[in-house]
T-cell receptor, first 112, second 114 residues
Framework: DQQVKQNSPSLSVQEGRISILNCDYT??????FLWYKKYPAEGPTFLIS?????DKNEDGRFTVFLNKSAKHLSLHIVPSQPGDSAVYFC???????????FGTGTRLQVFP | DTGVSQDPRHKITKRGQNVTFRCDPI?????LYWYRQTLGQGPEFLTY????????KSRLLSDRFSAERPKGSFSTLEIQRTEQGDSAMYLC????????????FGPGTRLLVL
C-alpha cells in the first residue's frame, strides 16, 4: 500500500527552465510534508517542507505547493541548474507520529 | 558543523552473520530514527527513539533486528543471522524532537549480504 506516490520516475529539464516534481498521497492523516534531494551514495538532504495549514511555502528557487482537497503536492524549482540533478523524494508525516512515509522518488536531470 | 554520522559506511557480510551499525545524531537532537532503503524505493521507516525510549517500531523490524539508544545519544542497529534480503542502505536521521521538526539524515551504511 503506497501511501505516498511519485508517479514520474524521471524528469529531464533544460537549464534555466522550471522543474515541476509531483507527489500524491492517500492518507488524510498526513499533516506535514517534506521534499528531500538525494545524490548517489549519500543520505537524503532536506530541501523544503510545508504544513497542512498552508498551501504554499517558498525558499529561494524552491517552492512547494499543497492541494489538500486533491491530496497533491508539487515542488517547483526555478530556474533549474545542472547541480539540481539528483533524485527527489516526497515524504509525509501523519499527525499522530513522527515517522516519515516516503515516495519512490523522481530522478531529475538538468541539462545545459 | 557536525551532522549525523554513521559507521561503517559500507559492510559486506556472509549470510548468517550478525552485523551492528552505529549512528551519532546531531548533538542537541533528542529524536533519532532508523530507515532502510532498497534499490528503486524510497526510505522505509524502521524505528525511532525519543532520548533513550524506543517510541515506535515498524512491522518491517523483524525479531532479528534490534535497535538501542542506551544513553539517549548514539544508537546502534543490530541485525542477527543476516539474510540476502537484508541488503540495503540503512539510514539514520535525527531531529529536535517535536512533531513537524525536520529530520536530518546521515550518509547511510550500505549493507551487502552474500
Amino acid at each position: 500500500d503506497q501511501q505516498v506516490k511519485q508517479n514520474s520516475p524521471s524528469l529531464s529539464v533544460q537549464e534555466g527552465r522550471i522543474s515541476i516534481l509531483n507527489c500524491d498521497y492517500t492518507n488524510s492523516m498526513f499533516d506535514y510534508f517534506l521534499w528531500y534531494k538525494k545524490y548517489p551514495a549519500e543520505g537524503p538532504t532536506f530541501l523544503i517542507s510545508i504544513s497542512s495549514i498552508k498551501d504554499k511555502n517558498e525558499d529561494g528557487r524552491f517552492t512547494v505547493f499543497l492541494n489538500k482537497s486533491a491530496k497533491h503536492l508539487s515542488l517547483h524549482i526555478v530556474p533549474s541548474q545542472p547541480g539540481d540533478s539528483a533524485v527527489y523524494f516526497c515524504a509525509a508525516s501523519p499527525y499522530n507520529t513522527d515517522k516519515l512515509i516516503f515516495g519512490t522518488g523522481t530522478r531529475l536531470q538538468v541539462f545545459p | 558543523d557536525t551532522g549525523v554520522s554513521q559507521d561503517p559506511r559500507h559492510k559486506i557480510t556472509k549470510r548468517g552473520q550478525n552485523v551492528t551499525f552505529r549512528c551519532d545524531p546531531i548533538s542537541e537532537h533528542n529524536r533519532l530514527y532508523w530507515y532502510r532503503q532498497t534499490l528503486g524505493q524510497g526510505p522505509e521507516f524502521l524505528t525511532y527513539f525519543q532520548n533513550e525510549a524506543q517510541l515506535e517500531k515498524s512491522r518491517l523490524l523483524s525479531d532479528r533486528f534490534s535497535a538501542e539508544r542506551p544513553k539517549g545519544s548514539f544508537s546502534t542497529l543490530e541485525i542477527q543471522r543476516t539474510e540476502q534480503g537484508d541488503s540495503a542502505m540503512y539510514l539514520c536521521a535525527s531531529s529536535l524532537g517535536s512533531q513537524g521538526e525536520t529530520q536530518y539524515f546521515g550518509p547511510g551504511t550500505r549493507l551487502l549480504v552474500l
